[in-house]
Nanobody, 122 residues
Framework: VQLQASGGGLVQAGGSLGLSCAAS????????MGWFRRAPGKEREFVAA??????VYADSVKGRYTISRNNAENTVYLQMNSLKPEDTAVYYC??????????????????WGQGTLVTVSS
């Protein structure tokens, strides 16, 4: 099983960036998928997750980020708008073994991507 995250880069504050994460090795079309991030000097934190029917966001990104998925392509997306310098981090995608549940803890997720760097300049 592999998760390949892409789309990171450098963007100015107030700008937008879209991330994608393609899963291979098995079908994840019904399983909860999520995004986490690790800012410099900080622990990895939950960003957003999407199950078969629901989405959940961290308070820090609510209203600015949108998570979505394309089950036919085994891919999860993260659209990030109104970016702030504090959004600078390595972003990781992850997949759990659950279908309808969403949890924000890292242990809920079984497979992880390698991370993609997002840098927001002020």
């Amino acid at each position: 099983v592999q998760l390949q995250a892409s789309g990171g880069g450098l963007v100015q504050a107030g700008g937008s960036l879209g991330l994608s994460c393609a899963a291979s090795g098995r079908t994840f079309s019904n399983y909860t998928m999520g995004w986490f991030r690790r800012a410099p000097g900080k622990e990895r934190e939950f960003v957003a997750a999407i199950s078969w029917t629901n989405t959940v966001y961290a308070d820090s990104v609510k209203g600015r980020y949108t998570i979505s998925r394309n089950n036919a392509e085994n891919t999860v997306y993260l659209q990030m708008n109104s970016l702030k310098p504090e959004d600078t981090a390595v972003y990781y995608c992850a997949v759990s073994a659950f279908i309808r549940r969403i949890e924000m803890g890292e242990t809920f997720y079984d497979y992880w991507g390698q991370g993609t760097l997002v840098t927001v300049s002020s």
